[in-house]
């Protein structure tokens, strides 16, 4: 369904753990692992988004 819609499924993914890393405030504090996942998401959609964009001028 997300392909028919042109939007393109990509694997990486952040992680929140909805009951740790949180301050006695409320706020959500990230971690480590979460700041790594989060650069290799924006560059994997950085990524997709130089490649099709080329595709999507030729059309």
């Known amino acids: 369904m997300v392909t028919t819609l042109k939007?393109?499924?990509?694997?990486?993914a952040v992680s929140l753990p909805l009951r740790r890393c949180r301050e006695g405030d409320?706020?959500?504090?990230?971690?480590?692992?979460?700041?790594?996942?989060?650069?290799?998401?924006?560059?994997?959609?950085a990524r997709l988004t130089a490649a099709l964009t080329t595709i999507?001028?030729?059309?």
Not at 7 to 12: G, L, Q, R, S
Not at 56 to 59: A, C, E
């Open 26 to 45: 409320g706020r959500r504090l990230p971690t480590g692992p979460m700041n790594e996942s989060a650069k290799a998401m924006l560059d994997e959609s």
């Open 7 to 12: 939007m393109m499924p990509v694997a990486e």
């Open 56 to 59: 999507r001028t030729r059309s």
